[in-house]
């Protein structure tokens, strides 16, 4: 099954990489995850020509948390010059791994609060219910 990098699953992996980080709050976390989307839409890779050096900042900072990659591609032009190529990638398999494990965080929660009111049942009931 083909996963898919939307704007939920990235503020997923967002918040999972900088889970106790002082100064991220939920509002950045949307801002970034919204900012990266606006470049990659359907598409899990974009040309490094179409970022200001400001924006790149903040991809430079996303490669750093593994939520990006770089690639560069070569291509011969006229007289033999190296055109170089840069592109930007959405790390998919980092952000399914994230998403992932913050799905089975919350089924475990939920999982135990389960458990949690059959645990206190006394005895009593139980015996009612027999």
Do not use: C
């Not at 918040?15 to 939920?26: A, K, M, N, P, Q």
Request: negative net charge; charged residues 35%; glycine residues 4%.
């Amino acid at each position: 099954m083909h996963f898919a990098v939307t704007i939920e699953n990235l503020r997923i992996a967002l918040s999972r990489l900088l889970e106790g980080e002082e100064g991220t709050d939920r509002e950045w976390i949307d801002r970034i995850a919204e900012f990266v989307m606006d470049f990659f839409g359907y598409e899990d890779r974009i040309l490094d020509n179409t970022l200001t050096p400001r924006d790149r900042d903040v991809f430079y900072m996303l490669e750093g948390m593994g939520l990006l990659k770089t690639e560069m591609e070569e291509a011969t032009i006229q007289k033999g010059k190296i055109w170089r190529i840069h592109y930007w990638i959405l790390n998919t398999e980092k952000i399914r791994s994230l998403v992932q494990d913050s799905v089975d965080l919350e089924t475990d929660e939920e999982n135990k609060e389960e458990s949690l009111v059959y645990e206190n049942l006394s005895e009593n009931i139980w015996k009612q219910h027999k």
